[in-house]
């Protein structure tokens, strides 16, 4: 039995989790939900799953949540990062989804990590900001840590077992790869017209048309960049050089990623645009588990097709590349700069087609340092929103 910590339990992904987990409760237990301000949602799991501890990270939220708990069901309602890092780092505790969204979850998956938990990596950014401090306290630490996004799932099953068993420190080439291939659908502007793009609202930004995603990955998904901060976690996952990552467009998502060999080869994985398949897949490696997603009808599949990416239309993905090829001080005020832009896009104080511009102002201006500790990430994030915050103030 799997003692599991959920990082982001009321997101889509915890939802997954959480349904993946009732399919197979001999073998996994929500040992302890972990959400931010969401009473509402915290208080229908804990009675339908019955977690042990419930951590709320806004104290107000956990105040209520405990005032709204039924006494019979004890349940230990927690607040505080202390708490948070003590939770995650439990001897209590075998397995960490780690599916907060965005730069607040780099801290608790990090002490997950550095606590030898088996992690199931949801939150990308925790790489995007962190890269080399990440995967070096992985190996100090021994935690095992498997990639749950789509595409970085179907690239680890698409592995030898030689680089599965060396995340973060593999040799692609000495293993017979010559490229990793990234899919991604292109999102639902693929085939707007490029002078319609300014116009484009969060609603139609957010109706993704193969994904159902919370609303910062689904703009991101729009704009490409998701697929940016995908190539940035893939080149500290699989230790991949530029030349070795590629993007291919796939408006299907049949294909959710594929791994190309030196004698011709391609080997690719294939299912349902459904979360609960790469998340099943990483709670239960290197086994196979029910995961409640019907498998893939190829008679009803229909024609696949593949795209090179068009960076007139996705500046994004373009800006993420050239970040990773920048280094980690870029990609950290990159991800901080797209989260101010795509939240002041959703509250309508941005055009869709700003993201970008004020991400490009933000790594041009943001004046940067090398980053020896987490305190140096955490600061220059801080002052990469900050800049952004300033030009979204201006636009």
């Known amino acids: 039995m799997q003692k599991m910590v959920i990082l982001g339990a009321t997101g889509s992904i915890g939802a997954s989790t959480l349904s993946v987990i009732a399919k197979n409760p001999e073998s996994f237990s929500a040992y302890a939900l972990v959400a931010n301000t969401n009473v509402d949602k915290m208080l229908s799991l804990c009675l339908t799953h019955k977690p042990e501890v419930a951590h709320m990270v806004d104290a107000k939220a956990a105040t209520e949540l405990k005032q709204r708990l039924p006494a019979t069901l004890n349940v230990e309602v927690t607040t505080g990062e202390d708490q948070l890092f003590d ?3 439990s001897a209590n505790v075998d397995t960490v989804m780690a599916a907060i969204v ?138 991949a050089k530029r030349e070795q990552l590629k993007v291919v467009i796939h408006p299907q998502s049949v294909i959710h990623s594929m791994v190309q060999y030196k004698d011709g080869s391609v080997i690719a994985q294939l299912g349902n645009p459904d979360m609960r398949t790469p998340i099943a897949h990483c709670m239960s490696f290197p086994e196979r588990i029910r995961s409640g997603v019907e498998p893939l009808d190829f008679f009803t599949v229909g024609q696949l097709s593949f795209l090179e990416p068009d960076f007139n239309r996705f500046p994004c993905l373009s800006l993420a590349i050239e970040a990773c090829a920048q280094g ?45 500790s987490i305190d140096d990430i955490i600061a220059l994030d801080n002052q990469s929103r900050r800049y952004a915050l300033e030009m979204v103030a201006k636009a």
């Open 87 to 89: 939770l995650v780092s």
């Open 328 to 372: 980690q001080e870029a990609t950290t005020v990159l991800n901080a700069a797209n989260e101010i832009s795509v939240a002041a896009f959703l509250q309508n104080k941005l055009k869709f087609t700003d993201i970008s511009k004020i991400n490009e102002a933000c790594l041009n201006y943001v004046p940067v340092t090398s980053l020896g």
């Open 102 to 239: 965005g730069a607040a979850g780099l801290l608790p998956t990090l002490a997950a990590v550095k606590a030898g938990k088996r992690v199931l990596l949801a939150n990308k950014e925790s790489l995007v900001m962190s890269g080399r401090l990440f995967i070096d306290a992985m190996q100090a630490s021994g935690a095992q840590v498997l990639p749950v996004d789509s595409e970085h799932n179907a690239i680890f099953q698409a592995l030898p077992d030689s680089v599965q068993q060396n995340i973060g420190f593999c040799e692609l080439e000495s293993a017979g790869i010559s490229h990793i291939l990234l899919t991604g659908s292109g999102g639902p502007f693929l085939n707007s017209p490029l002078d319609s793009l300014s116009s484009m609202t969060p609603a139609q930004a957010c109706k993704h048309p193969n994904w159902s995603m919370g609303q910062k990955i689904s703009v991101d998904s729009a704009s490409m960049m998701n697929k940016g901060l995908e190539y940035i976690e893939a080149r500290w996952l699989f230790n």
